[in-house]
Each structure stands twice: as structure tokens, then as C-alpha cells.
């Protein structure tokens, strides 16, 4: 299956997601959840340097329950970004159901300390039709 993509850009600052579904034995989040990896490029396209500071997101399972996360930085890492410097990281998520959605922001700061809310695209979680799933 062709992973999913998902952009947008605000301030300068582009956000870009690739989503994978993964199959039960290349994740260990339990046979009752369903799992996607999710691969994030923050590319900044301003003319100012800018550092992550905080992420928040907002996950909707295919029942329509929703869990915040707020946290510093993704990763561990708070990157600094030069002018035309990207930064890409990965991540996952399971659901207890086969569909879902992410969405959300963060925040990152300019040199001069002003705040920077850079909107993260909101990107489905799909179980694929199973004749379809690459292991």
C-alpha cells in the first residue's frame, strides 16, 4: 500500500506528513489496537531562524473518542531551524478501532521570542483493504 500525505504551511514553516499503516508484527501496541506510523518533515521556509518549543494534538478514534497530548518538543527534541532547514522525525499511534484522524499544532518560537502557531494537517488513520497490506 502507498503511504498517505498530507501538507500545510503556516508562518514559513511547512509541515509535512506521510502516514504507514503498520501490521500486527511490526508493532507491539497489543492485537487489540490497530497502529499507523506517522513521518514528519518540518521544513522552515521563512527568513527567520525558529525553534520547536511545544506540540498538541488531537487524536479522534473512528468511534468518535478524542485524546489530547500537549508536550514539549517531539521526540525528546526541541530542533533550531535556519532558513531553509528541515527537520524530520517519526512517530506512531494505535487505536482500538480501524479509523481515526490526528490534527493538531505547534507551537515554535523566533529569535526574538515571539510564538509561532504552525498548524498540523489533519490526517486520516485507515486500516487498508487487507488484500492491499505490505508487510
Given amino acids: 500500500m502507498r503511504p498517505m500525505f498530507y501538507s500545510h504551511t503556516s508562518h514559513g514553516i511547512t509541515v ?5 499503516y503498520l501490521t500486527q508484527d511490526r508493532h507491539n501496541w497489543g492485537p487489540e489496537n490497530h497502529a499507523w506510523a506517522y513521518h514528519i518533515t518540518l521544513r ?7 525553534q520547536l518549543r511545544t ?21 525528546g ?24 484522524t490526528m490534527a493538531g499544532h505547534y507551537v515554535f518560537v523566533r529569535e526574538d521570542g515571539a510564538p ?13 483493504d487487507p488484500g492491499r497490506v505490505l508487510n
Fill in 77 to 100: 527534541q526541541t530542533p533550531r531551524l535556519n532558513p531553509s532547514q528541515s527537520f524530520t522525525y517519526t512517530s506512531g499511534c494505535p487505536l482500538p478501532t480501524p479509523h481515526g
Fill in 16 to 20: 509535512m506528513v506521510e502516514v504507514e
Fill in 55 to 75: 506540540r498538541h494534538w488531537v487524536i479522534t478514534d473512528g468511534l468518535g473518542r478524542i485524546h489530547r497530548v500537549d508536550g514539549e518538543g517531539v521526540v
Fill in 44 to 50: 522552515n521556509s521563512s527568513d527567520e531562524v525558529v
Fill in 116 to 128: 509561532l502557531k504552525v498548524v498540523i494537517p489533519t490526517f486520516s488513520l485507515d486500516v487498508p
